[in-house]
């Protein structure tokens, strides 16, 4: 089997169309219905669901927990409205690799817990890697796919989309599941 995998020099939303691209030939070619993209504050989802909705593909937009709304992180109530008004299905929960119970002790005693491990070494790869991943267990965690088919799962350095998985789900719970069968789009530098 050939594959094509995009290798951005650099991450960012720069290349949001190309990511988007790339995924949407391959859900074509696997006959997947199922999208799972990373939005903060719906740009990507918005891009995502032009995308895939003529499709016939279902786009889901994961968004940054309430965790961090004194950084203005999150999405607005008016900004996940639009966003469903669309028809994209918008899930805000606890992340699934860190930023929970687990990331409290951390800060205050030190050492690092499993889940915040796993997250620093999904970094190695990129930002976009980690937080597709993460995106992708909190998708499942919150019953918005289909587990039994594969998903792709689209997110980004800061901004945008430059990392596309294919990957065969798994809960939080069962993270030893997880397959990332291809990896269709990354930046060469994280």
Known sequence: MELTT?????????NTAATLQIAAERAQAL??????????????????????????????????????????????????????????????GIHALGDDVNSA??????????????????????????????????AADAGLIDMEREVITIAGSGSGADTALVCKPSYPRTFLDLEIREILAKPRIP
């Open 105 to 138: 002790f951390s800060d205050k005693y030190g050492g690092r817990s499993i889940p915040e491990v796993v997250r620093d070494t999904f970094y190695r790869f990129s930002q976009g890697m980690k937080v597709a991943v993460e995106c992708l267990l909190m």
């Open 6 to 14: 995009l290798v951005f020099e650099k991450g960012g939303p720069q």
């Open 31 to 92: 006959s997947i219905r199922q999208i799972i993209v990373a939005s903060s504050h719906g740009f990507t989802a918005r891009e995502a669901h032009a995308v895939f909705q003529p499709l016939g593909i279902d786009t889901i937009a994961v968004t940054l927990s309430h965790s961090w709304e004194s950084k203005g992180w999150p999405m607005t109530k008016e900004e996940k409205a639009e966003l469903r008004a669309l028809g994209v299905r918008v899930h805000t």
